[in-house]
């Protein structure tokens, strides 16, 4: 089985960076990724991580240690819009197929 | 835009009735995957379909839910006498692929409620 973990909630500055970590233990790690969600609205995917390293993408970046079972997305130059719930996603090898495992998200609260 | 539907967004109903829900993939996707999200809870997986075979149904949570997929394209989750416990959101993605770094895409999910 997968465990994943991630803080419940965390709040913020408008215009200061935020971590958002994620652990996890998995049989067989195939893939990571990160997904943001609004209330009430379907999770929209933000980043991949399959390899050690950072993926920059914009104000947003996720950082990936396979051996650490470790991730964590950085968000800059926050806004107001980012306030959201922020899903960490493990993909294991032995899953029948491109199965995810979701943690229980981090909802991220932005403050002016 | 040609994202994932799912239908009905809303749904209402006593228990013990029971619940058809629908998804329409992205066209061309052959991967599906229904899941369920309790209210500030993250995604329960619930079952896969690559095409129409479902290789992994290890997420149902009782004989009660039973999903198809047809021509490879919409799927139906099916849950019969509903209890008050099944109310949740039922969302709905598809991929590209499966086994591929393909991200999954997400539809609006159906707000099921038992009185």
């Known amino acids: 089985g997968q465990n994943i973990d991630q803080p419940t909630e965390m709040t913020a500055t408008e215009g200061a960076i935020v971590q958002i970590n994620c652990t996890y233990q998995?049989?067989?790690?195939?893939?990571l990724f990160w997904y943001q969600q609004h209330a009430g609205e379907a999770p929209t995917f933000l980043s991949y991580n399959v390899l050690d390293g950072l993926e920059e993408k914009g104000r947003f970046s996720s950082f990936l240690s396979r051996s650490k079972g470790y991730s964590y997305l950085l968000l800059k130059e926050l806004q107001m819009k980012d306030s959201a719930s922020y899903l960490c996603?493990?993909?294991?090898?032995?899953?029948?197929?491109?199965?995810?495992?979701f943690g229980g998200g981090t909802r991220v609260l932005v403050k002016p | 835009g040609a994202g994932v539907s799912q239908s009905p967004s809303n749904k209402v109903t006593e228990k013990g009735k029971d619940v058809e829900l629908r998804c329409d993939p992205i066209s061309g996707h052959t991967a599906l995957y229904w899941y369920r999200q309790s209210l500030g809870q993250g995604l329960e997986f619930l079952i896969y379909?690559?095409?129409?075979?479902?290789?992994?149904k290890s997420g149902l949570p009782s004989d009660r839910f039973s999903a198809e997929r047809t021509g490879g394209s919409v799927s139906t989750l099916t849950i019969q006498r509903t209890q008050q416990e099944d109310s949740a959101v039922y969302l709905c993605?598809?991929?590209?692929?499966?086994?591929?770094?393909?991200?999954?895409?997400f539809g609006d999910g159906t707000r099921l409620s038992i009185l």
């Open positions: 996603a493990v993909r294991d090898l032995t899953a029948a197929g491109n199965k995810l495992t």
């Open positions: 379909f690559q095409g129409n075979s479902a290789p992994d």
């Open positions: 993605a598809s991929s590209l692929r499966e086994m591929s770094h393909q991200p999954q895409h």
């Open positions: 998995t049989s067989g790690f195939n893939g």
